[in-house]
């Protein structure tokens, strides 16, 4: 008999790592950490699940019985994007517009390079067929569907055996009858076949941003839906008889069935998590500026948090192909623990974006890899101890990272420990640089932001990027290895709603436009209903722009009054703020025009419990010492992470570990213990920015 539920668990997969977290109902986070498992990434979530439940005294099964919700985070879609291994795909799209997704706008990702090769498509150009049918851009039909035509479509596809097909007619977005009617039909002739229609998928304006979109979704759809049933079947084959939710680009769950639908929601899924644990660490802080810099073995993702929000934004591109869903703001740079170190023909060292990953690994691994990686480099200096990686589960083989670091030594012509010294310094002068990509050159000031340290290879790295961005403090949570994990457990379900509603603002009826987010809402609660009955949440937002624009951003409407008569000037007043606020200036005598109305619709999931402040203890003693090489070789105190008592002050030079993670701290920054057992790291002032 089930009892009633104790935990809720946090799985984020990663390119080296699967994490796990589970929380009790007091608010006690337990933590592991496995090798991901990249044939098949289900079978890691089980194993971490095993290692999980014996950490907690407990069998898998009896864990699975007392968990209230799973919620995970995977990297499938991502992967099958970036590594061109989704679904055979065919698009079906009005007649005569079938090269849109090739043309894309006119533009290249490097507009001055004369010889750069144009992207890869998703859709080879035979398998992308014109259909005979038209929609003018008020929703009328100018030419009806053509069944002979569509037919003849099909037929081809079929032939041609796809695995998914994408349908995307112009203006769709106004009456999706078309697309409906086409779906009808393909499933008819192609049962099986995965369909991702452009009305569903992104019913708003903007042609290739809708045709783009919907061919990634029917791209990842197929791989990453029979990822979520195996892994539900797998789950439920365990012991686990409650719900699995799946962390969204936006930073809210779906069901699996929701996930599967809408696959390109999922393409960020993994960064999501840690910027839901960001904002969840922001809280407990009382700290609104944040840095969120998640350091893991395959990159490293970084954000913003200002004022306790994260930004969104609604056209990202992956691997080359524009996904114009609604998403979390997060740069991800390739350069993590298993960052493979390369010199060039030229002499110059390298480091990333190509990863040792799981499979082999680092060098230090033991597993068959032979390439110097950043965590080679990190045990060559005396960083990590052999001996207790991953609580002594793995241990390191010191001689195997020092025989891949000479190898870049020869090569550059000098001895061990200036090649790593070398690759640990391009590292973070990489990811420094992808802090300045999200702040400085977008007109914000890093020093007013403390650096949020997470993911299990940051803690020996943040400290140097925050010297090298003159930031004074860094914090590290004592989940800082699984942070992702335990983010995802603060999402809510939640389902975003758009639709195009385009106009002079000077024109619109103010009413009208009530009614439609009322609308946009009852669509939105009715899909949330299938799957909850819990409190619900709303926001309403806009995409404007002035009359001049090309491109729109996006307003949130908290606190207009819909009620007191026009609400549009309230609105124009919202998006002079805002264009203030992002570019310093506005224009309140210029038109602005009203592009895209959203609605966000979001059931609150039960809050995760406070995590319980540490008791009071006497300072930690220390665990060993070791060698540590800086400028020089400094022998450094070792303290064990889970043993420190608040308020206790570390001066480094030292090194603090846990089972999942170690934090070096260099002479002269203190890291001081808050209650709930986070380092608080305060950097000297006027610190030598390339300290190594």
Request: proline share 6%.
């Amino acid at each position: 008999m089930r009892g009633i539920p104790v935990y809720r668990i946090g799985v984020d997969v990663g390119g080296t790592f699967t994490d796990l977290v589970a929380v009790d109902n007091a608010g006690k986070a337990t933590l592991t950490k496995v090798p991901s498992t990249p044939e098949d990434p289900s079978i890691g979530v089980l194993d971490g699940l095993r290692l999980l439940a014996e950490t907690l005294g407990m069998e898998r099964a009896a864990l699975l019985r007392e968990t209230e919700r799973v919620v995970h985070g995977t990297t499938v879609a991502t992967n099958a994007l970036l590594e061109h291994k989704g679904a055979r795909v065919g698009l079906l799209t009005t007649e005569g517009h079938r090269d849109v997704i090739e043309m894309r706008e006119g533009l290249k990702d490097d507009r001055y390079n004369l010889r750069l090769p144009p992207p890869e498509q998703l859709v080879p150009r035979k398998l992308r067929l014109g259909v005979r049918e038209r929609l003018r851009a008020d929703g009328r039909v100018e030419t009806p569907l053509d069944p002979a035509s569509l037919e003849r479509a099909v037929e081809v596809l079929k032939r041609e055996q796809v695995e998914a097909v994408a349908v995307c007619y112009l203006h769709a977005y106004r009456d999706p009858q078309h697309e409906l009617s086409t779906r009808a039909a393909i499933e008819r002739e192609l049962p099986g076949a995965y369909v991702s229609l452009s009305s569903e998928v992104l019913p708003q304006i903007k042609e290739y941003e809708r045709v783009s979109t919907t061919v990634v979704n029917a791209y990842v759809g197929p791989v990453l839906s029979h990822y979520l049933a195996r892994l539900e079947q797998r789950l439920a084959e365990a012991g686990y008889g409650g719900p699995t939710l799946i962390i969204q680009s936006h930073g809210g769950v779906a069901p699996i069935a929701d996930a599967g639908r809408l696959a390109a929601g999922a393409v960020l899924s993994g960064p999501a998590g840690g910027i839901a644990g960001s904002l969840h660490a922001a809280r407990l802080l009382g700290e609104g500026n944040l840095i969120p810099f998640d350091m893991g073995g395959t990159s490293t993702d970084i954000s913003l948090i200002v004022g306790g929000r994260p930004s969104l934004v609604t056209g990202r591109r992956v691997a080359g192909h524009t996904i114009a869903l609604n998403s979390l703001d997060i740069a991800s740079i390739g350069a993590g623990g298993g960052s493979i170190a390369r010199v060039d023909a030229g002499g110059i060292l390298h480091v990333g974006p190509q990863s040792a990953g799981a499979v082999p690994g680092p060098a230090c691994y033991g597993s068959g890899g032979t390439a110097a990686t950043v965590t080679d480099a990190n045990l060559v200096l005396g960083y990590l101890d052999p001996a207790s990686f991953l609580g002594g589960r793995r241990r390191l083989d010191r001689s195997a990272a020092e025989t891949a670091v000479d190898g870049i030594a020869a090569k550059l012509g000098i001895d061990r420990l200036a090649a790593a010294r070398g690759i640990h310094r391009v590292v973070n002068t990489t990811m420094a640089e992808g802090v300045r990509l999200v702040s400085v050159r977008r007109g914000v000031d890093p020093r007013h932001f403390a650096l949020l340290a997470f993911g299990g290879a940051s803690g020996l790295h943040a400290a140097e990027i925050a010297r090298q961005l003159d930031l004074s403090r860094v914090i590290v949570p004592r989940v800082a290895a699984v942070l992702s994990a335990w983010g995802m457990l603060t999402t809510d379900l939640r389902f975003e709603i758009a639709r195009t509603h385009i106009g002079d603002m000077r024109a619109l009826d103010g009413r009208a436009l009530k009614q439609l987010f009322e609308e946009m809402e009852a669509e939105g609660l009715q899909r949330l209903g299938a799957s909850f009955d819990g409190p619900v949440r709303t926001a309403r937002a806009v995409d404007m722009r002035y009359g001049e624009q090309v491109f729109e951003i996006a307003v949130p409407l908290d606190g207009v009054d819909w009620e007191a008569g026009d609400p549009l000037p309230q609105i124009i007043e919202r998006f002079q703020r805002r264009h203030e606020e992002l570019y310093t200036y506005s224009l309140p005598d210029q038109e602005t025009v009203l592009v895209n109305a959203r609605v966000a619709v979001a059931g609150l999931l039960s809050a995760l419990p406070q995590e319980p402040d540490l008791p009071a203890a006497p300072p930690a003693a220390l665990r060993s010492e070791r060698q540590t090489y800086f400028d020089d070789w400094v022998t450094c105190p070792v303290y064990d992470f889970d043993a420190l008592a608040p308020k206790q002050a570390i001066a480094g030079p030292a090194i603090i570990e846990s089972s999942m993670t170690t934090v070096l701290l260099r002479p002269g920054e203190v890291a001081s213990v808050t209650p709930l057992g986070w380092l608080d790291i305060i950097l000297p002032p006027g610190a030598t920015r390339m300290v190594m």
